[in-house]
């Protein structure tokens, strides 16, 4: 009963969005690495700390896949993602990658080869709002990490420096399959922070669990959370106040953004000072830094939609969009995704509208659906929320396949953070986040069964040592028997 | 002032649709498999309501000519489901929005005597889809403080009238020895001293009303209303109903329905797991859920999905309650009841079971068995048609009979869908 009460307070400010880890790939400018050198060489006076670097990483991944056995599942339905669901199918994984998927595969001599009869193979499921590490369990006020209320514009802070890798919701995400996620600053600010992209993996570091090569995010939110957070503390105390607050924030990044890249494209004269806050909302700007924004109700994304178009930078995903099938039609138009609960709805004014068939909609428009959870207990069951999604949309006369429901969960997250070249569907040459699930994953008493990480098995419901303990589960979390 | 006017205002329409809901009206479900719960499934069963009541169920039962029969081949037939934990009726918008009817100010914690029926919305738009879920009956439960005060039963057939509705009121004194802060104690130690001083003052004042009323007894702890709305309790009338995870708090519970033979419920209950047998041999029923196994709290660490199913297993009377955590599952989401109960089969409950935690068990804990929770002749005629598995993703509640009346209006939600389904060329006209 704690709990629930807990974690619904927890919701109200736990919701927005950016996401992050930090990408090789070349800005406009120049790649972090080269110009971190050059920095040495030019700058007399700044360490290269001090510079403002297009696509800097200065915490990089650590991150190494677990090892891992070749391994064939053979005999099973698989969700791929990218298609029709085969029957009867199989899926070899090799050296961290899915190998083979088809009707067959030719299972080499080392394999490990299971039976999948009765079962079901899908990709990895990718929750792109978490708070897992930053809001970690137990819900004590030592570890609360998420948000950084002392101001609405609070770019300058990243998620993953509040990650605590310890926090026991991380094994019993694994467990309901979740293979990847972005754990975001909460949405007390109009800007809360960069967000983290992570695997799901035992680390002693949040920089172990970094998804290598992912682009940071920047959450932003909408509507009431900043607005009573601020409202005797300064303000923002209305909406016209939250998008004055943006608008703000925006002009002063452009400045930012112009006068740095100017400096590094010469590195002449002094360098600009840099400012953490400005740097993340510029690399906002150069397309460097993806845009996840907390919003609940249509009219209010509409006018986000204007801000980004005034600032010249795109939103990438829409989160907790209640209201998104209220303007399918424009984020289809505008190729914003929908990151939606599958029924929260009703608990504070912005989420009056909320309805089931949201998802179905959506979908419906050509936009796409994001099952999200904002929550470390419906982040496990990400499945059974796209599955009452399906349901809601049969009502209203909208069919969805169930192959095209296991992308609400895998392909359209992946495509949210730019990861949908390497995860998100089963294909030759991904990374092999595999789960097998005891049935149809949208049965309600469908399990995750085994669960792959870069083809590394990391848990195994039948086998207590395939299941990962934090280190403060041990002594505190009772295991049946009594054991600790 | 305007919202009291309008209550009068719905108050003169009611006794309309009460005259109306009077009428006799015969309604015979045929060719469902049928859950009765009170007996064995049964296979192209009928079920015939009379004047809002079951008057019989079986395979070959005699249809009246003037009966209305609805047809349910295929399809799954139960009772309606009771969900034994929530805030339905108590306000629209759960924060931040409207008024909130669950949290009496009370003395010192205690609020024995709030009825909290005395708020009930009996229009409130969260009624619609929780029966759109299948709920038909919900324990509408006050919150806050030791003493939140005392919850009822509610049927959900949107009647008008307060009277059309209750099953039960009082149904159960809601109390928790959790939070501290909430209940203004410093330590779960002194909440549990504090509750049983209640209990002492409250027989104290039983055996001296006479006394107290010429102000010539030692203070209580609690005001007079108080201390009569636990007179039931205290003689065991009425159950207890106790907030508790930690399994030390659940220890002390268990002593206290001993040590003053009163009848408690357990309500959380997240490491009642761990003292399965003691609470079985008690025989102190618990209302848990099935979709929480987080350690949110260094009072849940033993937080697991498997705890109703090894409940029950240990002969533990086990209601489902939702308890995912964040969804509100206790207003809006009242409606995710059944998933709830499917998890539980999931993490090891039988499916029977599961379904007797959702229907005949809460109605059992709270002594309304022979109204609500059970296809048996004499309950209420609630009654809902399944397209599946109640408990399945792909599975609805067709069609949803309260009180012998088939419920379908739409809820907010449903008219929101169907507004946006086609986006309106021009929004302005739509209606």
């Not at chain 2, 929480?292 to 109703?308: D, H, K, V, Y």
Request: charged letters at 20%; a neutral charge.
């Amino acid at each position: 009963m704690r709990i629930v009460v807990f974690a619904a307070a927890l919701s109200v400010l736990a919701c927005a969005s950016a996401k992050g880890s930090q990408a090789p790939a070349p800005s406009p400018m120049q790649s972090g690495d080269s110009t971190h050198s050059q920095d040495s060489r030019d700058s007399t006076t700044a360490g290269r700390g001090a510079l403002s670097v297009p696509n800097a990483d200065p915490f990089p991944s650590t991150y190494k896949p677990f090892p891992s056995k070749t391994t064939v599942i053979r005999n099973v339905t698989i969700m791929t993602a990218a298609g029709p669901s085969i029957k009867n199918g199989a899926i070899l994984l090799r050296n961290g990658k899915i190998e083979t998927v088809g009707a067959s595969v030719n299972a080499p001599s080392d394999a490990t080869v299971i039976d999948g009869a009765g079962k079901f193979v899908t990709p990895g499921i990718i929750d792109i709002h978490s708070h897992l590490g930053v809001y970690p369990a137990p819900g004590v006020e030592a570890n609360s990490d998420g948000n950084e209320a002392v101001k609405p514009v609070t770019a300058y802070v990243w998620a993953e420096h509040s990650v605590w890798p310890q926090d026991p919701q991380f094994p019993r995400n694994l467990a309901g399959g979740i293979t990847t996620l972005q754990v975001l600053p909460g949405s007390a600010n109009l800007f809360g922070g960069r967000s983290v992209v992570l695997k799901v993996v035992p680390s002693r570091t949040v920089q172990g669990m970094k998804f290598p090569g992912a682009k940071y995010g920047l959450k932003m939110a909408c509507g009431e959370n900043p607005k009573r957070v601020y409202g005797n503390k300064g303000g923002p105390q209305t909406r016209m106040g939250n998008v004055a607050g943006y608008r703000t924030a925006w002009i002063e990044a452009e400045q930012y953004r112009r006068k740095w890249d100017k400096w590094n494209a010469t590195h002449k004269g002094d360098p600009p000072a840099r400012d953490l806050n400005l740097e993340t909302l510029a690399e906002v700007l150069r397309g460097n830094i993806l845009v996840h924004n907390h919003c609940y109700r249509a009219d209010e994304m509409a006018q986000m939609i204007d801000i980004a178009h005034e600032f010249g930078y795109k939103i990438k995903a829409f989160h907790h969009g209640v209201e998104a099938y209220k303007i399918a039609d424009l984020l289809k138009k505008e190729d914003i995704g929908a990151a939606v609960w599958a029924d929260w709805g009703g608990f504070k004014m912005e989420a009056l509208d909320g309805i089931r068939a949201n998802m179905a909609l959506v979908n419906q428009a050509g936009a796409r659906t994001i099952v999200h959870s904002d929550d470390p207990s419906g982040s496990q069951r990400l499945n059974q929320e796209a599955a009452k999604g399906i349901e809601a949309g049969k009502e209203i006369g909208i069919d969805i396949s169930e192959d095209q429901a296991i992308k609400w969960l895998t392909i359209n997250p992946a495509w949210a953070l730019e990861l949908d070249s390497k995860i998100g569907s089963l294909e030759p040459g991904k990374d092999a986040d595999v789960v097998l699930w005891s049935g149809d994953p949208f049965s309600v008493y469908t399990r995750a069964e085994k669960v792959w990480i870069d083809g590394a098995l990391l848990y195994d419901r039948d086998d207590p040592s395939e299941q990962w303990r934090t280190d403060f589960d041990l002594g505190f979390v009772p295991l049946v028997g009594g054991a600790k | 002032m305007k919202r009291s006017m309008h209550r009068s205002a719905l108050a003169l329409v009611a006794v309309c649709a009460m005259a109306g809901s009077l009428r006799a009206q015969t309604v015979a479900i045929t060719g469902g498999k049928v859950y009765p719960v009170s007996g064995p499934p049964i296979e192209g069963g009928t079920v015939l309501m009379r004047d809002g009541k079951i008057v019989a169920v079986g395979k070959d039962i005699a249809i009246p000519a003037n009966a209305e029969r609805v047809d349910a081949t295929g399809k799954w037939v139960t009772p309606g489901l009771v969900n034994s934990n929530t805030s339905v009726g108590f306000g629209d918008v759960g924060f931040s929005g409207g008024p909130r009817e669950l949290s009496a100010k009370g003395h010192d914690g205690i609020a024995a005597g709030f009825q909290v029926w005395l708020g009930f919305n009996t229009q409130s738009t969260m009624i619609a889809p929780a029966r759109e879920g299948g709920v038909t009956s919900v324990v509408a439960s006050p919150s806050g403080g030791l003493v939140a005060g005392q919850a009822a039963i509610v049927d959900l057939s949107g009647a008008l009238p307060l009277s059309e509705v209750l099953v039960k009121a009082p149904a159960t004194m809601i109390a928790q020895i959790e939070d501290n802060e909430s209940a203004k104690v410093g330590a779960a130690g002194e909440a549990i001293g504090q509750l049983r001083d209640l209990i002492e003052d409250t027989k104290a004042y039983m055996r001296r009303k006479s006394d107290f009323e010429r102000a010539q007894t030692r203070p209580f702890v609690a005001p007079r209303r108080d201390l009569e709305a636990m007179i039931p309790v205290v003689e065991g009338r009425e159950p207890l109903t106790i907030i508790a995870d930690q399994a030390a708090e659940i220890r002390e519970v268990l002593n206290i329905a001993k040590d003053y033979g009163i009848k408690t419920v357990i309500l959380g209950g997240a490491e009642a797991w761990t003292l399965a047998d003691r609470i079985a041999a008690a025989k102190v029923p618990v209302l848990t859920g099935a979709m929480n196994n987080i350690p949110g709290s260094f009072a849940t660490l033993g937080s697991r999905q498997e705890n109703a199913a090894m409940l029950r297993k240990a002969g533990v009377q086990v209601g489902i309650i939702g308890n995912a955590g964040g969804g509100d599952e206790e207003l809006f989401n009242v409606r995710n009841l059944r998933y709830e109960a499917g998890n539980a089969v999931a993490y090891g409950m039988s499916w029977d079971d599961a379904l007797r935690a959702v229907t005949l068990a809460p109605a059992e804990i709270y002594g309304v068995a022979d109204r609500v929770g059970s296809l048996k002749p004499g309950t209420e005629g609630n009654v809902v048609i399944w397209s599946g598995d109640p408990f399945e993703f792909s599975s609805r509640a067709e069609q949803v009979f309260v009180r012998g009346r088939k419920i379908d209006a739409p809820s907010r939600q449903d008219l929101l869908a169907k507004r946006y389904q086609k986006l309106p060329p021009n929004y302005e006209s739509q209606k």
